[in-house]
């Protein structure tokens, strides 16, 4: 079996030292007068939830330990002023704000271990677990935790939408299928006027590639078509907010998010990933900057190439550990890049075929779709019946079992069920699970199930290589 990189949460200080044991000598800090005060500037010591009333600013580059390393977020515009900010200030009546759910350790994201932490700390009283998205159903007695359960299991929250579905203009039109529900052990799709599905939050930095003037690249259905409504739409759903946020308040939090950007710094095993010289892709730094290829999130047209740095280590001076595992990376890209197997359409593909630059299209692979979805019976469960009329779906034909329809709830479109718009391929150890639906407990889950899926047949040193690869990024 190969190594998950799943690490036991190491405490910050012994992360420290290794990481200061494993950096070559220039590049080791300086002596300082008062080490824990800039250990606390630079690293989360201790805090890594970030509370709405912190009050305290955002610094303009800053580092957080993570389970393979270290994440640096970084403010292209300088320290951020988060006191009165709209991003962490709640705007709604349930003490939320969207830090709650975009938490800086979390790359903007939010991770399972987080979750439970807060859980934990709180006794389950954070503003995170309000009744309507964080348990599994409003009228679930909310003092018990198997009410919150998808939230503490799989890191999953509550997204109602109405069906049929509504044009931007408001008006309803006529899907080309039904929806029947088979199953729903959260009690929460009674009311057939509104399917609820369960969706990990999606990463909120790095959206200046994302958040793209087409539209439609945001959300896993794809169903907000800029960066406002994404925000007015979180405001009044997960925040409660009586109103829409003010104008001022929607360019403020869009002005924030196209500023802010994240990446893996630093890796327990690889050393520093953003060295002078190195793989231009990697490093929040580069992303800032806007460095060639790297627009493309998560890969480039020359994906191999960019890391050539990397491929002549013989004459680096580098300590073995860190040889072996920049040379697992370099496996791992080159088999992103090149390695073909059969798409579900029959053609021939790479991961990068669906990957490339520019993430903006859905596509279905398979994690909500029966038979190949992670067997799910907490979530809920739809037979969907496709119009005879209409274009059948692409590999399942016309009745299906789904546990989340995902774009075919916004188009209405038969051949849409189960299509998932892709996320963005930053800082991913610091907000495991993955998929919309968390079904991937890790990274390690994620490539067995792209293997299984396309029958790929990766040996467990090429799967440890794109594991160690998509940490790094
Ligand atoms: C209760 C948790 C929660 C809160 C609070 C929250 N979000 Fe989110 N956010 C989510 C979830 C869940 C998704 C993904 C939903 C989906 O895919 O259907 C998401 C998606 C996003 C995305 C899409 C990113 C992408 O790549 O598609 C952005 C941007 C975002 N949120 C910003 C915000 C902003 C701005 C606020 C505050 C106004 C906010 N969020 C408040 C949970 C939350
Ligand atoms: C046919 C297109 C396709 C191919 C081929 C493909 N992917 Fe994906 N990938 C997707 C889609 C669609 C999603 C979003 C699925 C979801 O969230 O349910 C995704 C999601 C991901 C994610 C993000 C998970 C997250 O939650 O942030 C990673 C990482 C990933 N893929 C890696 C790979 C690797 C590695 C390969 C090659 C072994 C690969 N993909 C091949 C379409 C593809």
Not at 373 to 392: M, V
Request: charged share 20%; with cysteine; aromatic share 6%.
């Amino acid at each position: 079996m190969y190594a998950s990189r799943t690490f036991a949460i190491v405490s910050s200080g012994a992360m420290l030292v290794l990481g200061a044991a494993l950096l070559p000598a220039q590049q080791q800090p300086h002596a300082v007068i008062d080490p824990v005060r800039i250990m606390e500037a630079r690293y989360e010591v201790g805090r890594p939830w970030w509370d709405p009333a912190r009050g305290t600013p955002l610094a303009a580059s800053k580092d957080f330990d993570d389970p393979s390393g270290q994440l640096r977020l970084l403010n292209k515009s300088g320290e951020v002023q988060t006191k009165g900010h709209p991003f962490f200030t709640p705007l709604g009546s349930n003490g939320r704000s969207c830090v709650t759910c975009h938490q800086p350790t979390s790359a903007m994201s939010l991770s399972l271990d987080l979750i439970r932490l807060r859980w934990a700390e709180t006794n389950g009283k954070d503003p995170l677990f309000a009744a309507v998205d964080g348990s599994n159903c409003p009228d679930l007695p909310q003092d018990k935790e198997e009410s919150h359960s998808l939230l503490l299991e799989r890191g999953v929250f509550r997204i109602a939408l109405p069906w049929p579905p509504v044009t931007a203009s408001g008006q309803l039109f006529k899907p080309d299928f039904r929806i029947e529900v088979v199953r729903d052990p959260t009690g929460c799709n009674k009311n057939p006027a509104s399917i609820s599905v369960y969706r990990r939050p999606r990463v909120a930095a790095n959206l200046q590639y994302i958040a793209l003037p087409t539209g439609g690249t945001l959300m896993a259905d794809g169903r907000e078509r800029t960066l406002q409504s994404q925000a007015t739409s979180a405001a009044l759903t997960h925040e409660q907010a009586s109103a829409a946020p003010t104008r001022a308040q929607l360019k403020q939090i869009e002005d924030f998010e196209r500023q802010l950007f994240m990446a893996q710094q630093w890796d327990v095993l690889g050393g520093l990933l953003a060295e002078p010289g190195g793989p231009p892709l990697l490093g929040a730094d580069n992303l800032a900057r806007g460095v060639v290829g790297v627009g493309a999130v998560p890969a480039a047209d020359n994906l191999a190439a960019s890391f050539d740095p990397w491929r002549n280590l013989s004459t680096a001076n580098l300590a073995i550990r860190q040889r072996a595992f920049r040379e697992s990376v370099l496996r791992g890209v080159d088999l992103f890049a090149s390695r073909e197997f059969h798409l579900a359409d029959g053609k021939q593909g790479t991961c990068a075929t669906c990957h490339g630059p520019g993430i903006n299209h859905s596509i279905d692979i398979g994690t909500t779709n029966l038979p190949t979805a992670k067997e799910s019976p907490e979530l809920p469960l739809f037979r969907i019946t496709c119009d005879a009329s209409a274009p059948p779906h692409p590999q399942l034909g016309r009745t299906f079992l789904t546990q989340d329809p995902g774009r075919a709830l916004i188009t209405g479109r038969c051949a849409d069920v189960g299509s998932i718009l892709m996320q963005q391929f930053r800082g991913l150890t610091a907000h495991a699970p993955y998929f919309a639906n968390g079904s991937a407990g890790d990274l390690a889950e994620l490539v067995d199930f792209f293997d299984r899926r396309f029958k790929i047949g990766l040996t467990d040193k090429e799967k440890q290589g794109l594991v160690n690869f998509l940490s790094i990024l």
